[in-house]
């Protein structure tokens, strides 16, 4: 069974355009995350949810909506899509928020704005 | 100063020999420090957790220097598979919220060559 998985795996969409990735962890972890890598490959977490409130927001354009319907799942909506949204999306999960324990990552989605 | 630095490498190294990684960091409140692996085109993946006694797991060392604020990795008898991008991680506050977020490196690029 796959721990922490997100759909879709690629997305290539027009600039404009609104999408949305999903995330499912069935770990029973109580906190989840969205992480963005460039092309750099730097990793760079945007936000964070613990038992579905909001409790990192790393002054990420307000584009990008989260949303967490329950605490297994998480999701990323991009409103007007730019160039430069242009990146791999990973999902994590961990037991907490205390940022201690391994987190659990999602095998990523490529987003290619066109 | 970058919070976590790392020397992006490549190191491209024969097979069998012993390589080291080091990665600083920038706040001295960090209390939780790790490597992640990342193979190409895959999620990034736990190493190890470096605790301040240092520790070893099979072919793999991990030291944290706090004074100096810096933590490393010593891979001995390095095999073909080794070859990953190798992610140093400190936990430090979020910019809002005031929660902890787990901050990673660029990364240090490995090669093992036969």
Known sequence: DTAVSQTPKYLVTQMGNDKSIKCEQNLGHDTMYWYKQDSKKFLKIMFSYNNKELIINETVPNRFSPKSPDKAHLNLHINSLELGDSAVYFCASSPDRSGGYEQYFGPGTRLTVT | ?114
């Open chain 2, 1 to 114: 100063r970058k919070e976590v630095e790392q020397d992006p490498g490549p190191f491209n190294v024969p097979e069998g020999a012993t390589v080291a990684f080091n990665c600083t960091y920038s706040n001295s409140a960090s209390q939780s420090f790790f490597w992640y692996r990342q193979d190409c085109r895959k999620e990034p993946k736990l190493l190890m957790s470096v605790y301040s006694s240092g520790n070893e797991d099979g072919r793999f060392t991990a030291q944290l220097n706090r004074a100096s604020q810096y933590i490393s990795l010593l891979i001995r008898d390095s095999k073909l598979s080794d070859s990953a991008t190798y992610l140093c991680v400190v936990n430090m506050i979020g910019s809002n919220f005031g929660n902890e977020k787990l901050t990673f490196g660029t990364g240090t690029r490995l090669t093992i060559i036969p």
